[in-house]
């Protein structure tokens, strides 16, 4: 007999209807634009699966804002997200990665009262050599809801409390969809032969403190002296045996913070004398990721702000991000600061 994998069968529709049910006033345009994004995860996840296959990997000719290169495959996914977010006419404006300006949504007379920010797929620099790789969104309410004017850039530049809804799409061993609605995370496993996420992790809860860190350790000569001396204390052995924590780095983001609200620990990507607001986008990357950390019951921070709380000027500013169980976080915080106890002996 086949194990039971899930305790009972709840799909990311079923999921979607059953968190409506808690918003009495709700007219069903939220789940609407949450199952076009689902469909647009389904089908970037076949491609990525078939990557090599089909004709995906590799390089387009063009760079994008941030001066990258742009891949194939995140051509790909900004398209077919933007189509399929197009579709129930909630959606007002988008702003991706991928595109330099704010992308407003062409119907007529339906300006629509949501509007989405992502980066379609997230850890480029694995796409070529079979890595985990992700998608990120937030969703917001726009600005003015009794407005019938085109969704706007003041309407993108929210801070990320008022996220309606944030998750992520993993595609690793499997393809996982975390999603949140402030109820709570909860993770989806697709199953390829139905086409459907089935849910697989419900109320996902990080430890407290965990073993943890994960960082791009190739940085620490630009590292200011408080951040090296977070990361020497972390490896140190301790006599009650809680350190040295081990290190994992993927170098996707979404694969290195799914891993730790799962298991805790610490993702952190710091300033540096290179990157002075660090390397990760606030608007599409860090603040769905800080969401769903706390609703796990950890914390996001960019080392003394909580992100949630930044009000963005830009849409592709960046920002420091230190992400993870609470005791962690707050530690390394201490550290940023300065102000940690064992700093002065160091
Ligand atoms: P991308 O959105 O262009 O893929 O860049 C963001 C990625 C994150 O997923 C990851 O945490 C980081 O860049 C890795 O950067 P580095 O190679 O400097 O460690
Ligand atoms: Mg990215």
Same mark, same amino acid.
């Given at each position: ?25 709700? *007219? ?7 199952? $076009?994004? *689902? ?40 398209? +077919? ?16 990665? #991928?595109? #330099?300006?704010? +992308?407003? *949504? ?21 796409? $070529? ?62 199953? =390829? ?12 809860? *990080? %430890? ?32 009650? /045996? ?27 990507? =710091?300033?540096?004398? /290179?990157?002075?607001?660090? /390397?990760?986008?606030?608007?599409? #990357? ?25 009000? %963005? ?34």
């Amino acid at each position: 007999m086949p194990a039971m994998t899930t305790q009972r069968l709840t799909t990311i529709s079923h999921h979607i209807d059953d968190e409506q049910g808690l918003h009495p006033e709700a *007219t069903g345009e939220f789940t609407s634009i949450l199952n $076009d994004l *689902t469909l647009a995860l389904r089908l970037i996840s076949r491609d990525v699966r078939r990557a090599g296959l089909n004709d995906v990997l590799g390089l387009t000719r063009d760079t994008n804002v941030h001066g990258e290169q742009v891949r194939k495959l995140d051509t790909y996914s900004n398209d +077919v997200i933007k189509r399929a977010m197009q579709r129930s006419g909630h959606i007002c404006v988008m702003a991706s990665e #991928e595109d #330099e300006e704010i +992308v407003v *949504t062409d119907i007529v007379n339906n300006r629509g009262k949501y509007l989405i920010v992502f980066d379609p797929l997230d850890g480029s620099s694995n796409i $070529d050599v079979g890595v985990t790789i992700g998608t990120i969104f937030s969703i917001y309410k726009r600005v003015d809801l009794t407005s019938d004017e085109a969704g706007s850039v003041e309407d993108v530049l929210q801070p990320g409390y008022k996220q309606e809804a944030a998750g992520y799409a993993l595609y690793g061993s499997s393809t996982v969809l975390v999603y949140t609605t402030g109820h709570g995370a909860h993770a989806f496993t697709l199953d =390829p032969t139905i086409g459907e996420f089935l849910l697989t992790r419900e109320n996902i809860r *990080t %430890p407290k403190r965990g073993k943890y860190y994960s960082v791009n350790e190739g940085n620490y000569y630009y590292w200011s002296e408080n951040i090296r001396q977070y990361v020497d204390y972390i490896k140190t052995p301790s006599k009650d /045996k809680s350190r040295p924590y081990s290190h994992r780095y993927i170098g996707t983001a979404v694969a290195d913070v799914h891993r730790t609200i799962i298991y805790g620990g610490i993702f952190m990507y =710091p300033a540096d004398s /290179k990157a002075p607001n660090g /390397k990760l986008r606030l608007v599409y #990357e860090a603040n769905a990721l800080a969401m769903i950390a706390e609703q796990c019951g950890g914390r996001a921070s960019d080392g003394q702000n909580r992100i949630l709380d930044i009000k %963005p000027n830009n849409i592709h500013e960046r920002v420091p991000l230190f992400l993870g169980s609470k005791e962690d976080v707050f530690e390394a915080e201490a550290f940023f600061m300065g102000e940690h106890p064992l700093q002065q002996i160091l």
